[in-house]
């Protein structure tokens, strides 16, 4: 899979991201933000369909530890690089809403 950005979003996409995430999960939601309207300006070019059949592609990666099967560690992993992210997007619109001069309480969501 390979996302098509425009060069201002991708800026905006990277610093997000930051290469920390090992999986995927949920980008497209949070990368919408960088673009408006986001279903005109962000594509996704793949060879063929993605099919998600909620089995985990990292599941031989981790370690066994304390009795936990290896998977459980990668699904760990997982939770709290997301968790991170979600916090990276939240200071970032934070600081985007400052720059701009707009205060984000006042805002209502669609």
């Known amino acids: 899979m390979a996302p098509v950005f425009s060069r201002d979003a991708w800026r905006c996409v990277l610093c997000m991201i930051q290469s920390d995430l090992v999986h995927g999960w949920g980008l497209?939601?949070?990368?919408?933000?960088?673009?408006?309207?986001?279903h005109k300006k962000i594509g996704v070019?793949?060879?063929?369909?993605?099919?998600h059949q909620g089995l985990p592609s990292l599941g031989n990666e981790g370690e066994a530890k304390d009795g936990k099967a290896?998977?459980?560690?990668?699904r760990d992993r997982c939770r709290k690089e997301w968790t991170m992210f979600?916090?990276?997007?939240a200071n970032a619109e934070k600081?985007?809403?400052k720059s701009?001069?707009?205060d984000p309480s006042n805002l209502t969501s669609h």
Do not use: N
Not at 45 to 51: G, K, L, P, S, T
């Open 28 to 38: 497209d939601f949070a990368l919408r933000k960088c673009v408006d309207p986001a």
């Open 45 to 51: 070019v793949d060879a063929q369909w993605i099919v």
């Open 70 to 74: 290896s998977w459980k560690g990668v």
């Open 86 to 89: 979600q916090t990276r997007v």
């Open 95 to 97: 600081a985007y809403f």
């Open 100 to 102: 701009i001069g707009v």
